[in-house]
């Protein structure tokens, strides 16, 4: 009943700039964190950056002064905007939203998004 899809992946030169969109859809009554995730090939799944619907965000070192991330509460949207990129950002990024369904059931969970695979590569 929920869905959370990712957009905005490609193939971006090294010091190209891309935004990822995530939108959440389905019968939602709130969402409370989201977060943007990233896994390499042959690398463990870790985490990007985090927003809480107050705005909060935090980054991991990584991306720090690089990516941006943001919320639009009325459009149930995360995007992450990323900046100066390098070839170590590549990976299939993920976003997932701790929120509240209504639908089978009230339930509070994390909900994941499929990816959105992103090349940096000259």
């Known amino acids: 009943q929920v869905q959370l899809v990712e957009s905005g992946g490609g193939l971006v030169q090294p010091g190209g700039s891309l935004r990822l969109s995530c939108v959440a859809s389905?019968?939602?009554?709130?969402?409370?964190?989201m977060n943007w995730y990233r896994q390499a090939t042959g690398k463990q799944r870790e985490l990007v950056a985090t927003?809480?619907?107050?705005?909060?965000?935090n980054y991991a070192d990584s991306v720090k002064g690089r990516f941006t991330i943001s919320r639009d509460n009325a459009k149930n949207t995360v995007y992450l905007q990323m900046n100066s990129l390098k070839p170590e950002d590549t990976a299939v990024y993920y976003c997932?939203?701790?929120?509240?369904?209504?639908?089978?059931?009230?339930?509070?969970?994390?909900?994941w998004g499929q990816g959105t695979q992103v090349t940096v590569s000259s």
């Open positions: 389905g019968s939602i009554f709130s969402i409370y964190g």
């Open positions: 997932n939203a701790d929120l509240l369904a209504t639908l089978p059931t009230v339930r509070r969970d994390v909900y």
């Open positions: 927003i809480a619907k107050d705005g909060t965000a």
